[in-house]
């Protein structure tokens, strides 16, 4: 299995431009999180989804910050317009819902200039 | 006040010397994740604790459920430990998420 995959690695764009992140869960894993880390606040809880359906979103800052996830093996996260203070990592894990056990993607260094 | 709490936040060590991370929580729980995250890197899962003790190579990972207390020792401790360790909790059980502490970051001097 090649773990939860998620997409770019790094990501340097200009303020006001939309951003993309893309995550790839783990097959058979049910739920998908996203998490924003940053020197200040640590890992944050953005949204998550059980059975691609969005549980809690009330991580997420502002209307700037949306997330779907179409199908079970697919989620994305876009900032529009995004704003310096967005440049943070940004992480996506996975889990099933029996034994709890997380694995989390490789992050996406987002940079807003 | 924070939910889950960490300390120290900095750790400084020599090779060799026997480490201890606390992590305390206010919650209640369904489990208890040890994380590492090597600089710049990304996050990888050590142990998941819902009771008692776990142990994998030179790591052990221990949990109170009653105390709401957990600890991470590290023996023999080596260079390539140094990393950030993360603790957190998984509250609201199988619909739930997790609340993560600050994180103590360890570097192991040769």
């Known amino acids: 299995d090649a773990g939860v995959i998620q997409s770019p690695r790094h990501e340097v764009t200009e303020m006001g431009q939309e951003v993309t992140l893309r995550c790839k869960p783990i097959?058979?894993?049910?739920?998908l999180f996203w998490y924003r880390q940053t020197m200040m606040r640590g890992l944050e809880l953005l949204i998550y989804?059980?059975?691609?359906?969005?549980?809690?979103d009330s991580g997420m800052p502002e209307d700037r910050f949306s997330a779907k996830m179409p199908n079970a093996s697919f989620s994305t996260l876009k900032i529009q317009p995004s704003e310096p203070r967005d440049s943070a990592v940004y992480f996506c894990?996975?889990?099933?819902?029996?034994?709890?056990?997380?694995?989390f993607g490789s992050g996406t260094r987002l940079t807003v200039v | 006040k924070n939910e889950v709490e960490q300390s120290p936040q900095n750790l400084t060590a020599q090779e060799g010397e026997f480490i201890t991370i606390n992590c305390s929580y206010s919650?209640?729980?369904?489990?208890l994740h040890w994380l590492q995250q090597h600089p710049g890197g990304g996050i990888v899962s050590l142990f998941m604790?819902?009771?008692g003790k776990k142990k994998h190579g030179r790591l052990i990972a221990t949990i109170n459920i009653q105390e709401k207390h957990s600890s991470l020792h590290i023996t023999a401790s080596h260079p390539r430990d140094s990393a950030v360790y993360i603790c957190?909790?998984?509250?609201?059980?199988?619909?739930?998420?997790?609340?993560f502490g600050k994180g103590t970051k360890l570097s192991v001097k040769p």
């Open positions: 894990a996975s889990r099933t819902t029996v034994g709890y056990g997380y694995t």
């Open positions: 097959s058979g894993h049910n739920s």
């Open positions: 989804f059980n059975n691609n359906v969005p549980i809690d």
């Open positions: 919650v209640g729980i369904s489990a």
């Open positions: 604790l819902s009771s």
């Open positions: 957190a909790v998984l509250y609201g059980g199988s619909q739930g998420n997790l609340i």
